[in-house]
C-alpha cells in the first residue's frame, strides 16, 4: 500500500515525510533553466571575439573584471537572505531573478553597433547583471530553499539525484543543439539574437515552476542569525565570525571554484577546439550526445550514497577526473578516445555540481554544531561567489591566453601558438585545476563529524 503524501501537513516531520511526485518534477526546473543558461553564457567570448569582432584581450579582460563585481554583492545578498521573512517564505521569493537571468541574456546576444567601446560597455554591464545580481540571488537562495522545503536528508538526497539527472540531461540536450545552431544560422548577429530568444523565452518560462509549486514548508521562526541563549539578533560581522570558524565551507568553497573554473573553460574553449583543431564544429554535439549516459549514474547516487558515503563519492569523482584527462591527451583528436574522456570527465563533475545544496547543508550544520550560531544566507553566498568566480575567470582566462598567443577571430587560419593555446585550455590546465580538486577532496573530511553533529543538533532541537 502506497503512503500518503504529507508534504505540506505542519506535523509532519524528518522521519516520516514522504513527497507528492510532483515536487521532483518542479524542483529541477529552475535547476535545469540556469544550468542551460550557464552553457549559453559559456559562448559569449566566441561571440565577442568572432561576430561582434571585439579585440580578444580586450574580451578577457571585460569578463574578469566583471567578477570585482561579486566580491560586493555575494556576502550582502547572503546577509539580506537570511534576514528575509516573507509570507512566501525565506527562499522562494528570490526565484523571480531566473526571468531576468534570461532577459538580460537575451539582450547580451543582441548587442547593437555602437562602436567598439560601446560593445565592451554593453557586454560589461549584462554580463555583470546576469552574475553579480541574478546568479548571485538564485545561487545564494537554492540550498536554503531546499532546507526549508524539505525536511528529511534521504528526501533531500532522492530530490537532488533526480534534479541532477534532469538538469544533465536538459544540459546534455542544449550542449548538443547548440553547436548545430552555431554553424546553422549562428554566423550573424541576426542569427544570435534568434538563438537567444529560441532558448531563452521558454527557459524563463519554465524556471518559474519551482516557484509556483515548491512552497516552504518550515514552521519554525527563523533562526539562522539568533543566538541560541540570549535570542539577541547577530549582526554581518558577527555572521563572518562564525563563517571563518568553519574551515569545511572553505574547502567546499575551493572546490567548487576548481571545478566551475576547470568545466567552464573546456566550455569556453570547445568550439575553438571543434573549429580549428578537430576542424568541425559540428562533432561537438557527437561529444554532448556521449554525455547522456552520465544520468546513470545520478539515478544510483541515493543508493551509492546510502553505502559509501557522500564525501566518499566526491573523492572518488575526483580520480575519475584525472583518467579522464590523461585519456583525452593521450587520445589526441581520436574521436573515440575523446568520447571516452569527455564522459569520465563529465561524471567526475557530478557531486560537486549537482549535490552541492547537500554539502552546503551538511557544512551548516557542522557551523552550528561548532559555533551555536545557524548562517544559511552567508554561508551559501560564499560558496556562489566562488562558483561564479570560476565561471568567470574560465571566460576571462580563455580570452586572455588566446589573445596574448596571437589568436585573431578575423583570420581563417591561426597561428600555431594560438592552436597551442587552444590545446592547452582543453586539456593541460584542466588537468591541472583537476588535481588540486583531488588534494581538497581528500581533505574534506566533514564526515567525521556528521553522526555526532546530528545527534548533538537533534537533541538541541528537541529541548
Not at 69 to 95: H, M, Q, S
Not at 213 to 228: H, M, N, R, Y
Not at 365 to 387: L, P
Request: proline share 3%.
Amino acid at each position: 500500500m502506497k503512503t500518503k503524501a504529507n508534504w505540506l501537513d505542519s506535523t509532519t516531520t524528518a522521519e516520516n515525510e514522504v513527497l507528492p511526485k510532483y515536487v521532483k518534477w518542479a524542483w529541477s526546473t529552475r535547476a535545469v533553466s540556469l544550468a542551460i543558461n550557464v552553457i549559453f553564457i559559456m559562448q559569449l567570448t566566441y561571440y565577442c571575439t568572432d561576430i561582434l569582432m571585439m579585440p580578444t584581450l580586450m574580451v578577457g579582460t571585460l569578463l574578469l573584471v566583471s567578477k570585482i563585481f561579486d566580491g560586493f554583492t555575494d556576502l550582502i545578498v547572503g546577509f539580506i537572505i537570511d534576514k528575509t521573512n516573507t509570507k512566501l517564505g525565506k527562499a522562494r521569493p528570490y526565484e523571480i531573478f531566473i526571468v531576468l537571468v534570461w532577459l538580460f541574456t537575451i539582450m547580451l546576444y543582441s548587442t547593437p553597433e555602437i562602436g567598439i567601446t560601446g560593445k565592451a560597455v554593453w557586454v560589461f554591464i549584462l554580463y555583470s547583471l546576469i552574475n553579480s545580481i541574478c546568479a548571485t540571488f538564485l545561487n545564494g537562495a537554492d540550498a536554503v530553499y531546499l532546507a526549508r522545503s524539505v525536511r528529511s536528508e534521504k528526501n533531500r538526497v532522492s530530490l537532488m539525484s533526480f534534479n541532477g539527472a534532469f538538469v544533465m540531461l536538459g544540459s546534455i540536450s542544449v550542449s548538443m543543439l547548440l553547436p548545430q545552431l552555431i554553424a546553422g544560422i549562428g554566423m550573424t548577429k541576426r542569427g544570435w539574437t534568434m538563438i537567444a530568444l529560441m532558448i531563452g523565452v521558454p527557459c524563463a518560462l519554465i524556471g518559474m515552476l519551482r516557484f509556483v509549486f515548491v512552497k516552504e514548508v518550515s514552521t519554525e521562526k527563523p533562526k539562522t542569525l539568533e543566538k541560541a541563549k540570549s535570542g539577541t539578533g547577530v549582526s554581518l560581522k558577527e555572521g563572518l565570525k562564525c563563517l571563518v570558524k568553519n574551515k569545511y565551507i572553505f574547502m567546499l568553497a575551493a572546490m567548487t571554484f576548481l571545478i566551475q573554473l576547470q568545466t567552464n573553460m573546456n566550455s569556453a574553449v570547445n568550439t575553438y577546439y571543434f573549429k580549428y583543431v578537430i576542424g568541425d564544429i559540428g562533432l561537438a554535439s557527437l561529444i554532448s550526445m556521449t554525455s547522456i549516459l552520465t544520468p546513470v549514474f545520478l539515478i544510483v547516487f541515493p543508493v551509492l550514497s546510502k553505502k559509501f558515503g557522500s564525501t566518499n563519492l566526491l573523492r572518488a569523482s575526483a580520480v575519475i577526473g584525472v583518467a579522464g584527462f590523461i585519456v583525452r591527451i593521450i587520445g589526441g583528436i581520436n574521436i573515440p578516445l575523446l568520447i571516452v574522456g569527455s564522459i569520465l570527465i563529465t561524471v567526475s563533475s557530478i557531486p560537486i555540481s549537482i549535490m552541492i545544496s547537500i554539502y552546503l547543508i551538511d557544512c551548516m550544520d557542522y557551523g552550528e554544531w561548532k559555533t551555536g550560531i545557524r548562517i544559511e544566507g552567508i554561508m551559501t553566498s560564499v560558496n556562489s561567489f566562488t562558483s561564479k568566480l570560476g565561471s568567470g575567470i574560465a571566460s576571462g582566462l580563455v580570452g586572455l591566453v588566446m589573445g596574448v598567443c596571437g589568436y585573431n577571430g578575423t583570420l581563417d587560419v591561426q597561428p600555431a601558438s594560438a592552436i597551442l593555446s587552444i590545446n592547452a585550455l582543453f586539456n593541460y590546465i584542466p588537468l591541472l585545476l583537476t588535481v588540486v580538486f583531488a588534494v581538497f577532496a581528500f581533505m574534506y573530511r566533514i564526515d567525521r563529524h556528521l553522526a555526532q553533529i546530528k545527534a548533538d543538533l537533534g537533541a538541541k532541537r528537541t529541548n
